[in-house]
């Protein structure tokens, strides 16, 4: 049931995912497993059949001619404010009232007696409209005049324009890199019950239960002590679920006040897929400076997304861009400035890793390109730009890069995947070898750990011990696979040095734990692990007075052993010194609370320390492409990540294979494409791919690295391993272009585009070889 190693001297143990076995047997309940009221309702959103046009007129009367039709939700029916933006820049209404800005917005929801009946009706309606012109990517928005959605960000250090000009070698382009759908498996989901008076209650599936919280509020025009939102998990949710869940949240509880009855909404896939955002797609130009060994003298980058109709996380998502376009590479003088478009598409949102990958994967280009106008192995390049050495440790930010570890790591990377060897194999292959080509590459990562909005990085939690002996856990992080719920409760146990299976792991409530920050950009276990650990400090720092006082010793007589309690010479059960406890009437619960130490940030002077710390990974991946069809397979992986000293290696190993997989299904087989028209045309499973068991590297060896220590006061000295692993995938998209480079004999950098689909891969090939 559980792996059961030990760790000498405390009751701590090692634990497979809470939820693990009811994952797999079916019995691990989420918003759409959970019991409804009798008579409750069903929502299904109406949604725009154009990109862009003035909103004239509706008419439902077919849809409220449709048996079983209870009513029509619209921006009519909205007792507060029309607006669902997390970032408060009212430019996002839950229903519109005059301009439809992308295909698929949502116009109005009907509600019916069946989720069937309200999906059906909702098609009926006779929607009037005048045409606009539309803009569908961040160069046809710019090109059009489109506005930024949100404050653009500069990042700036040295003299760029002299270093650039009076660099040996220069280089100038242009990549496109795509946008990616989050494909939970568990779709956006809610259902509202109302209260007496303003009361609403919804359960939901989202990261982020106090924003949903507040946005409910906001819609319905009550106080936030009005609405409570419970989450007990996720079937995913990788950002996606951060902001977007605004929406239906919203639908579910506006619905249920008007007709006083539970309204529950689960869209279909393929709307899910169509009304709610992505990654952000990027068009990054880039201009580097650098010398005949291949060290950079000076970068600028301009960094235009699509971001959609409106602000939504945009801002600091294009801001994170920037924050990680240096990726693990010192740029002596460099400039960036980022371009957050407007589009008439979906608005997009957080995506795992925030906008970091789109920042470092064109750092990792602009090394490409320098390795082949140097005609140098890549990874030499890598390691020549290294962050470290004297004057080379300044962020583009003003960061200094303090805890570096990536010299030992990708050595060590370096000689355990036989990176050199292979490399040569891999080269003298490709010379009598006219078809199948291979590609072998080794990329580091970099990755700064902290939410960039400063007042996001604080957590609470709530710890109640029972005069039985057993303890409740709740803190304001929510469980969406990651094994956070784990993690903590593993923490609580240690330090109360009791069993694990004597806490109770509840469910995520805006009633218990207030104003919580979404469970995102790495920080869940660094936030809520210190929260719960702090809560037991303050219970525990209560039972030794009570013993001290009771027993007459000194409090440094007093000792949590694995179960019992030491005090002087005597030993009790855990259960039998709680009991007494409360007979004495000492305070058995406490509410914990911490602020990540030392962050700070002035976006208007682009300075500060956004980042606690970083986190470190590095992984070299083979690849075999062929040149007649453009398909290709990963025929090995190796990586090497940082996660400090882990609180579950199980966890963190099973964190970094999914995030690099899912880092790879980005940069290969997940393309998102629109239509003319402004339509999504990949909208469900069968149009949009992403990586399968088959896809996964033939050989994969993930190792963490043992030795390292976060020199931070995290919890236990960890790092955060959500986020970092994702850009590894980098890694499999560099090997495709070093097969690619192949057919023209390395002398040119094939430039690929991401995702490099087989199409794009066969178009590079052809473009080399002089055919295209």
């Known amino acids: 049931m559980k792996d059961t190693v030990s760790i000498t001297g405390s009751a701590h143990t090692v634990h497979i995912h809470d939820s693990a076995l009811k994952h797999v047997t079916g019995r691990a309940d989420y918003a759409d497993d959970i019991a409804l009221p009798e008579g409750t309702l069903h929502a299904y959103l109406g949604v725009s059949d154009v990109a862009h046009a003035r909103l004239l007129n509706i008419d439902y009367s077919e849809v409220l001619a449709t048996p079983g039709v209870v009513g029509v939700l619209t921006a009519a029916d909205v007792p507060g404010v029309n607006d669902i933006s997390p970032t408060g820049l009212n430019d996002e209404p839950v229903f519109p009232t005059d301009l439809i800005q992308f295909h698929g917005q949502p116009l109005f929801a009907v509600i019916a007696e069946t989720r069937g009946i309200a999906r059906r009706a909702a098609e009926r309606a006779r929607v009037d409209y005048d045409p606009l012109p539309h803009a569908l990517d961040p160069v046809a928005a710019q090109e059009a005049g489109y506005p930024h959605v949100t404050a653009q960000l500069k990042l700036e250090r040295g003299d760029v324009a002299p270093a650039l000009s009076a660099a040996q070698n220069r280089i100038t382009g242009r990549m496109t890199v795509g946008g990616q759908d989050h494909m939970y498996l568990e779709g956006h989901i809610a259902f509202a019950i109302p209260g007496e008076d303003d009361e609403i209650f919804v359960t939901c599936s989202t990261q982020h239960p106090s924003e949903a919280q507040h946005m409910v509020a906001h819609v319905l025009g009550v106080p936030s002590n009005a609405v409570v939102v419970n989450v007990r998990r996720m079937g995913g949710g990788f950002g996606g679920k951060e902001s977007q869940m605004n929406l239906f949240c919203a639908v579910a509880a506006m619905a249920a006040k008007k007709w006083n009855r539970t309204v529950k909404i689960r869209p279909d896939r393929d709307q899910d897929m169509t009304a709610t955002?992505?990654?952000?797609?990027?068009?990054?130009?880039?201009?580097?400076?650098?010398?005949?060994?291949?060290?950079?003298?000076?970068?600028?980058?301009?960094?235009?997304?699509?971001?959609?109709?409106?602000?939504?996380?945009?801002?600091?998502?294009?801001?994170?861009?920037?924050?990680?376009?240096?990726?693990?590479?010192?740029?002596?003088?460099?400039?960036?400035?980022?371009?957050?478009?407007?589009?008439?598409?979906?608005?997009?949102?957080?995506?795992?890793?925030?906008?970091?990958?789109?920042?470092?994967?064109?750092?990792?280009?602009?090394?490409?390109?320098?390795?082949?106008?140097?005609?140098?192995?890549?990874?030499?390049v890598r390691k020549a730009n290294f962050y470290g050495g004297e004057d080379r440790t300044l962020t583009p930010y003003h960061q200094e890069v303090e805890d570096n570890i990536l010299d030992r790591l990708v050595s060590e990377l370096e000689e355990t995947s036989d990176y050199r060897q292979r490399r040569q194999e891999i080269i003298a292959f490709n010379e009598t070898s006219p078809v199948l080509k291979k590609g072998i590459a080794l990329t580091p990562v970099k990755f700064g750990i902290s939410f960039t909005a400063t007042w996001y990085n604080q957590a609470g939690a709530l710890v109640h011990v029972y005069n039985d002996g057993s303890i409740h856990l709740n803190h304001g992080g929510t469980e969406m696979g990651q094994g956070l719920n784990t993690k903590v409760a593993q923490v609580v146990a240690e330090a109360f040095q009791v069993d694990f299976e004597r806490i109770k792991i509840t469910k995520t409530t805006t009633e218990k734990v207030p104003n919580t920050s979404a469970t995102a950009a790495s920080s869940g276990t660094d936030l809520n692990g210190m929260a719960a650990?702090?809560?037991?400090?303050?219970?525990?720092?209560?039972?030794?007075?009570?013993?001290?006082?009771?027993?007459?010793?000194?409090?440094?007589?007093?000792?949590?052993?694995?179960?019992?309690?030491?005090?002087?010479?005597?030993?009790?059960?855990?259960?039998?010194?709680?009991?007494?406890?409360?007979?004495?009437?000492?305070?058995?619960?406490?509410?914990?609370?911490?602020?990540?130490?030392?962050?700070?940030?002035?976006?208007?002077?682009?300075?500060?320390?956004?980042?606690?710390?970083?986190?470190?990974?590095?992984?070299?991946?083979?690849?075999?492409?062929?040149?007649?069809?453009?398909?290709?397979?990963?025929?090995?992986?190796?990586?090497?990540?940082?996660?400090?000293?882990?609180?579950?290696?199980?966890?963190?190993?099973?964190?970094?294979?999914?995030?690099?997989?899912?880092?790879?299904?980005?940069?290969?087989t997940e393309e998102l494409w629109w239509d003319d028209k402004g339509q999504l045309r990949t909208h469900a499973p069968s149009t949009y791919k992403i990586p399968l068991a088959s896809d996964r590297p033939r050989i994969f060896n993930v190792q963490l690295a043992d030795w390292s220590e976060n020199r931070e006061l995290t919890i236990k000295r960890s790092k955060a391993v959500g986020e970092p692993p994702f850009m590894l995938g980098i890694s499999v998209f560099e090997a495709l272009s070093h097969a690619v480079a192949s057919v023209a004999e390395y002398l040119e950098c094939p430039r690929l585009d991401a995702p490099a689909t087989p199409e794009r891969v066969l178009m590079a090939v052809a473009r080399l070889q002089g055919e295209g």
């Open 277 to 380: 955002g992505k990654r952000h797609d990027f068009v990054i130009d880039y201009d580097v400076g650098f010398d005949d060994t291949g060290c950079i003298q000076a970068v600028q980058g301009t960094f235009a997304a699509r971001c959609g109709f409106s602000a939504d996380l945009s801002g600091p998502v294009t801001d994170r861009a920037l924050f990680h376009a240096d990726n693990a590479y010192f740029y002596p003088n460099v400039r960036l400035d980022s371009h957050p478009m407007k589009t008439n598409t979906v608005s997009n949102t957080a995506f795992r890793g925030f906008g970091g990958p789109q920042g470092v994967i064109a750092a990792e280009r602009i090394i490409e390109e320098i390795a082949y106008a140097t005609g140098q192995d890549p990874l030499d």
């Open 533 to 668: 650990r702090d809560a037991v400090e303050q219970i525990k720092a209560r039972l030794v007075k009570f013993a001290a006082e009771k027993w007459t010793v000194a409090p440094d007589d007093v000792h949590f052993l694995p179960n019992r309690v030491q005090i002087g010479d005597e030993v009790l059960p855990f259960d039998t010194f709680i009991k007494q406890a409360y007979m004495a009437r000492v305070q058995l619960s406490a509410a914990g609370f911490y602020k990540t130490p030392k962050i700070h940030w002035d976006r208007d002077s682009g300075k500060g320390r956004p980042f606690y710390y970083y986190s470190y990974g590095a992984a070299c991946s083979e690849v075999t492409i062929d040149t007649l069809t453009g398909e290709y397979r990963v025929e090995r992986t190796d990586i090497l990540h940082d996660v400090g000293r882990s609180l579950n290696p199980a966890l963190d190993k099973g964190q970094v294979e999914g995030a690099f997989i899912q880092g790879m299904g980005w940069l290969t």
